[in-house]
């Protein structure tokens, strides 16, 4: 059973017509159409739509005037932060490809990365610029573009504003072919730790952009007077949580991942809506800002809402504006979603599902007020995609209620991975996307995820693949063999939890395995408990047995 978006929302044709504009015409379209409305703010600065697209087109121009455009990869290292639009729509405008970039990244994974992707420039943040400065003679780049310089700075380097004040302000006239040339190529982790670089294509990103604006908004895309993509609202007011143009939203997703950046920046422009920006998440300032802006949406990963459930002047303030509610990134638990249903009584609350090999989403639940929501379902296919569910080995789909991997096809599907043909052999099979998710669908093809990448965690919506943490184990002194699992917790998704065999006659204590191994990863991958114990369960065909270490979890506290 293979199930495709047979019921659109309501007035919405079955599929939409994608225009084959490059991505830069999104910022354009949004500046024709929303001007001097506020597109993005943070703290007391603040940037419109015609700003954003002004200092995007200068920045596009100081790029090309460094000999920087179609064909070269720039990598983005950076926070949310308001330099981060006109960056991210410069580099496009220019013809070059956008590669974003973790700023928490040791210096050794920083390397790899913008090795791989042959960045020939970097642009980074001051607070995090020495990693870069570490690995500068390990990198191609050729330029590196400070934002917010602080004492860490890499020699040669050009401060932000300085770098692009002086250029001309027109929009540059670049040849793209969209349905090849590429717009992102964003990493993802690997079962072997390894990250791989999904390779999208300009179409694939307004494709996905369109398919989840016009998905949730009730609208269809068009093009202005000049060529650039807009959006048509035709869904009515009582059917829709609001009208294009009207939406206040703070966001905390980072860009430099897949929901961030097609959901939180590309759609949030196209429907006018203006984006708060917080730099760090704090519950009580958060709920603070929503009451004081009268915020139209609230969006983010569970770990978000587990945090704000746990608020008291969340259930206080007054957030009568709040019209809808987006979760993505990990499924939201029962309970939370009928928390949130108490709070917000009548208020649409929506889950989707994707990843970053069909550039952002494939499955979403409705988002009109008279849609069909299952608690515990991440909803269906929209607009063009198909949604399948095969058993091991096999290509036929399975039936209703049956549990299997989950496969997608699209027009947002990647192109492939960066120079991994094997891999993306193996993951692109006659058209469809192999997730390696199990999930299963209902007899109204609604989807639900049984297991994230069969053993992958997810902590505050970040992915934790075991294998990299059980890796750094065995390569310790005095470790025989191991295994990591996940302890579930509603307000942060899952905790990493290690399970040790000592070698014979080692010594080796917990805390020194955790403290040697966490120095190693990025915080949200931090070894949180580790146990010893006299042997990994394993399968006839030596396959650990992981549910077998999770049952002894609640017992281990």
């Known amino acids: 059973m293979a199930i495709t978006a047979s019921t659109p929302p309501p007035g919405l044709p079955t599929s939409l017509d994608y225009p084959d504009v490059p991505v830069g015409s999104i910022l354009a ?3 024709a159409r929303f001007g001097d409305r506020t597109a993005f703010a943070m703290g007391d600065e603040s940037l419109t739509h015609n700003e954003t697209y002004a200092g995007a087109r200068k920045f596009a121009n100081a790029l090309l005037a460094r000999g920087i455009g179609k064909g070269d990869v720039v990598a983005v290292h950076l926070p949310n932060c308001l330099a981060y639009p006109v960056a991210y729509y410069g580099i496009l405008l220019a013809g070059a490809t956008f590669s974003p970039t973790n700023p928490l990244l040791p210096p050794d994974d920083l390397a790899f990365q913008l090795t791989d992707c042959e960045a020939a420039a970097v642009i980074t943040f001051g607070p995090v610029a020495g990693a870069v400065a570490a690995v500068a003679d390990r990198i191609p780049a050729r330029l590196t573009i400070v934002v917010a310089p602080g004492e860490d700075t890499v020699p040669g380097s050009v401060e932000f504003r300085e770098f692009f004040t002086d250029a001309p302000a027109t929009r540059p006239d670049v040849d793209l072919e969209v349905r090849t040339d590429l717009a992102h190529l964003a990493y993802t982790g690997g079962t072997t730790g390894r990250s791989k670089g999904v390779e999208l294509t300009h179409r694939n990103i307004v494709t996905n952009t369109l398919q989840a604006a016009c998905w949730n908004s009730g609208s269809v895309p068009a093009l202005d007077a000049n060529g650039d993509v807009v959006l048509d609202q035709i869904g009515s007011e009582q059917e829709w949580p609001g009208r294009l143009g009207t939406g206040t939203a703070i966001n905390l997703t980072p860009w430099f991942h897949a929901m961030g950046v097609i959901a939180g920046l590309n759609a949030a422009l196209l429907s006018g809506t203006t984006t708060v920006l917080h730099p760090r998440f704090d519950p009580a300032a958060y709920v603070a800002d929503a009451e004081r802006l009268h915020v ?3 969006g983010g990963a569970p770990a978000l809402f587990a945090a704000l459930l746990a608020t008291p002047a969340f259930h206080t303030a007054d957030l009568s504006s709040v019209r809808s509610i987006g979760s993505g990134a ?4 029962h309970e939370m979603i009928r928390a949130l249903h108490s709070r917000f009584p009548g208020v649409v609350i929506s889950e989707g599902y994707g ?3 069909m550039t952002m989403g494939a499955v979403i ?7 069909l929501r299952k608690v515990g379902s991440v909803g269906g296919p929209i607009f063009d995609t198909e949604v399948k569910i095969v058993g091991e080995g096999s290509e036929e789909p399975l039936g209703a209620g049956v549990e299997g991997e989950v496969c997608l096809r699209g027009p947002q599907m990647m192109r492939g991975y960066r120079n991994r043909p094997e891999e993306t052999a193996a993951a692109l099979v006659d058209g469809w996307l192999h997730t390696g998710d199990i999930g299963v ?11 994230r990448k069969k053993d992958m965690l997810l902590y505050k919506g970040y992915n934790v693949f075991p294998r990299e943490l059980e890796e750094l184990l065995i390569a310790l002194p005095g470790v025989l063999s191991a295994a990591v699992v996940g302890r ?3 307000d942060v998704g899952e905790l990493p939890v290690a399970f040790v065999v000592r070698e014979p006659g080692a010594s080796v204590v917990a805390e020194g395995l955790i403290s040697a191994v966490n120095e190693k990863v990025l915080p949200y991958k931090r070894i949180r408990e580790l146990y010893f114990v006299d042997e990994i369960p394993v399968s006839a065909a030596g396959k650990v047995l992981k549910r077998e270490l999770r049952s002894q979890l609640p017992r281990l506290v």
């Open 29 to 31: 379209g949004s500046a």
């Open 441 to 451: 669908l209902d007899e109204d093809g609604y989807l639900s995820i049984v297991d």
């Open 355 to 357: 990843l970053t090999e």
């Open 296 to 298: 139209t949406s609230l």
């Open 365 to 371: 639940a409705p988002s009109y007020r008279s849609g």
């Open 488 to 490: 579930a917790r509603d």
């Open 330 to 333: 990990a499924p939201m638990n």
